[in-house]
């Protein structure tokens, strides 16, 4: 049955639905691996409020016919300066640094609701995601669990592991950093999904 569709959000509908997004986060993934999922939740719909305030940030995300949220995912330009960016290319050799993270969309979050997983939709919205976009190079950190669905998910769509059993300062748990070289952009296509009314994909 088709009840969901990927469709494309902007910063300022990412900011509208915050509540929603956060809520796929905390339940996909915070209270799975998280001792205080509430408390990290709030701490994060704060760093997540900063991304949405961003003009250059891509999102997606996964609805039903009753405008539900059941995944969400988003990134953002990698840039020098920036957290994320700074930590890994720091622990990368200078070249592989260059290569993958010169001119690189950051996937932030890839989240889906446990209820709708194993339906193909967070490939869907990956893969949304990143069509189309500028930058030569796609990169994001995931928990260093190999066999996960994440994990099998990342792979099968050409994700390589650039560092494995990583831990980011202050943190003692184990990610792995991936990353994929890019197509760039191809031609527009009419059918692609949008928050703007062109048909959206549908997922089965």
């Known amino acids: 049955m088709n009840d969901v569709r990927i469709v494309r959000w902007s910063p300022a509908r990412m900011r509208a639905r915050l509540d929603d997004v ?33 003009r250059d940030l891509h999102a997606v995300v996964a609805v039903t016919v009753e405008e539900e949220v059941v995944g969400m995912t988003y990134g953002l330009p990698g840039k020098v300066g920036q957290w994320w960016h700074d930590v890994v290319a720091g ?33 869907e ?21 190999p066999g996960s669905r994440a994990r099998r998910l990342y792979t099968s769509e050409g994700f390589v592991p650039l560092l494995s059993h990583f831990r980011f300062p202050g943190s003692f748990t184990e990610y792995a950093v991936l990353a994929k070289e890019l197509p760039g952009p191809a031609p527009s296509d009419p059918c692609r999904s949008t928050e703007t009314g062109q048909q959206p994909a549908q997922v089965p």
Do not use: N
């Not at 998280?34 to 305030?53: G, L, M």
């Not at 969309?105 to 209820?115: A, Q, S, T």
């Not at 949304?128 to 030569?136: A, C, G, K, S, T």
């Open 22 to 54: 956060i809520a796929v986060y905390k339940a996909a993934f915070l209270d799975l691996h998280e001792d205080d999922p509430v408390r990290a939740a709030r701490d994060r719909a704060i760093h997540a409020r900063r991304h949405f305030d961003r």
């Open 91 to 123: 622990a990368l050799p200078p070249q592989d640094a260059v290569h993958w993270l010169t001119d690189c969309m950051e996937v932030v979050e890839l989240h889906v609701l446990p209820g709708y997983q194993g339906r193909g939709i967070g490939r």
């Open 125 to 145: 919205l990956l893969r949304e995601l990143l069509r189309d976009v500028p930058q030569r190079t796609a990169a994001l950190s995931a928990l260093e669990l």
